[in-house]
């Protein structure tokens, strides 16, 4: 397990797709930074980290374009082992397909941890020196934003394992970007327009507990633990779905 592993994460860093990622990551922060401060600037907003914080947890969780990313370092990191054989040979070499399951998890969620952390650190150490953090750096502020990257991470984790799930159910990695695409564009769309057309209440409060709406709530100041501990729950018994799901599709799975 050890050095498959090892060779996982080998490949994470030669991949050319990962790296791309990184790069594209830091200078579409470093243009937003930018954007944002000139346009406070005009509007006569300051522009701090305590802010930018709050505003990257609240608005890039659960979008469209995060399930768009993550989707394709899924499809780089699983489907496209299916053409190049490595799977094959994993297992020829000994390795269990509960093994390689693993492996390619813990791969993926490090990667998606990398590029999470990144735009975090980017946008807060950037907009505090542009105009401060915005308040006093205390313990209170420090175990706010901890638990927020906690919980909200947590949530994300849980909720992309779909992109996983359709890596190793999907032999094409254009087909398996293509299908996250549509997936998150339908559900992003379907959260947001569900409840202006029923009007219901209920429902409402139904979909405020699913993870594709709940993980937004993590990244407020102050939060209803019963209402977020709902949330976590489900969030954990849908990832947990996703994982046993790709495994009956992984173990069935002609390699031949």
């Known amino acids: 397990m050890r050095r498959l592993l090892s060779a996982e994460f080998y490949k994470l860093w030669r991949s050319a797709g990962f790296r791309v990622c990184l790069i594209v990551f830091f200078v579409q922060d470093i243009i937003y930074l ?24 609240t608005s890039f969780s659960g979008s469209t374009v995060s399930g768009m990313l993550f989707g394709f370092i899924a499809a780089s990191v699983i489907t496209s082992d299916y053409k190049s054989r490595d799977i094959q040979c994993a ?6 397909r509960a093994h390689i399951l693993i492996a390619k998890i813990i791969v993926y969620v490090v990667a998606v941890w990398i590029l999470a952390m990144e735009d975090i650190i980017v946008y807060v150490v950037g907009s505090s020196i542009a105009g401060g953090f915005g308040r006093p750096f205390d313990g209170t502020v420090a175990l706010y934003m901890l638990r927020s990257i906690v919980c909200e991470g947590f949530v994300l984790t849980m909720m992309f394992m779909t992109c ?24 992003d769309l379907g959260l947001a327009v569900m409840p202006l057309i029923f009007q219901s209440e209920k429902l409402e409060k139904f979909l405020s507990y699913l993870p ?45």
């Open 212 to 256: 594709f709406v709940a993980v937004k709530e993590m990244g407020d100041w102050s939060i209803d633990w019963g209402h977020a501990g709902i949330s976590l729950t489900i969030a954990a018994v849908y990832g947990a779905a996703m994982i046993a799901a790709t495994w009956t599709v992984f173990r069935k799975r002609d390699l031949r």
């Open 34 to 57: 930018l954007s944002v401060g000139f346009v406070g600037d005009i509007l006569g907003m300051e522009l701090n980290g305590f802010d930018q914080f709050n505003y990257l947890l």
């Open 164 to 187: 996983v799930f359709i890596a190793f159910s999907l032999t094409s990695k254009a087909a398996s970007v293509s299908i996250n695409i549509l997936l998150f564009f339908v559900l």
């Open 91 to 96: 297992i020829a070499q000994g390795h269990s």
